[in-house]
């Protein structure tokens, strides 16, 4: 194969995504990460290293489904505490929609602004960086940076209770 029809076919590729990660699975190592909380602060995956955490992507902040999700979250967020574990939000919203919907719904943890979709797209939570909103979908990542659990059907109404169970059974 000449090396103009190897690039050729190599730039096909990448752009229709044979390039892109695929989905993550448990004992897959997590992608490294740096978002902006809904205090304009950034966080990163370096800063939660040793730690235990879940990351729940949610399509819009303020809509039922993810209010439910959060609120389940906030309600059970003690019980996630006592076992080491940190919980954070993530969707496309900016940090001032993030920061009120926080503040209206009193959630204790921080949601993470993913406005340019990457990590979004590196894990599976959205199909192109075009994607209006993530999947809701979440991922109990283990304080080796390695993925413990993937969650990608989740019922907004009992997510909580599920990961709760699930971090019981790993312990």
Request: contains cysteine; charged residues 25%; glycine residues 8%.
């Amino acid at each position: 194969m000449s090396w103009e029809v190897f690039s050729v076919v190599f730039l096909v590729l990448f752009a229709f995504g044979a390039g892109a990660a695929g989905p993550l699975t448990e004992g897959s190592p997590f992608p490294q990460w740096e978002l902006v909380d809904q205090q304009g602060q950034k966080v990163s995956s370096k800063d939660l290293a040793g730690k235990t955490y879940l990351l729940w992507f949610y399509p819009k902040a303020m809509t039922s489904g993810c209010t439910r999700e959060g609120c389940e979250l906030r309600d059970h967020y003690a019980e996630f505490r006592k076992l080491g574990v940190e919980i954070l939000g993530v969707s496309f919203d900016t940090p001032a929609d993030n920061a009120r919907f926080a503040a209206e719904q009193r959630f204790p943890f921080r949601l993470l602004s993913d406005t340019d979709r990457r990590l979004a797209v590196q894990v599976g939570a959205a199909d192109s960086p075009e994607a209006s909103y993530p999947k809701r979908v979440s991922f109990l990542v283990g304080g080796d940076g390695r993925v413990l659990k993937v969650y990608p059907k989740v019922d907004p109404a009992t997510h909580a209770q599920e990961v709760l169970k699930d971090l019981q059974s790993l312990k």
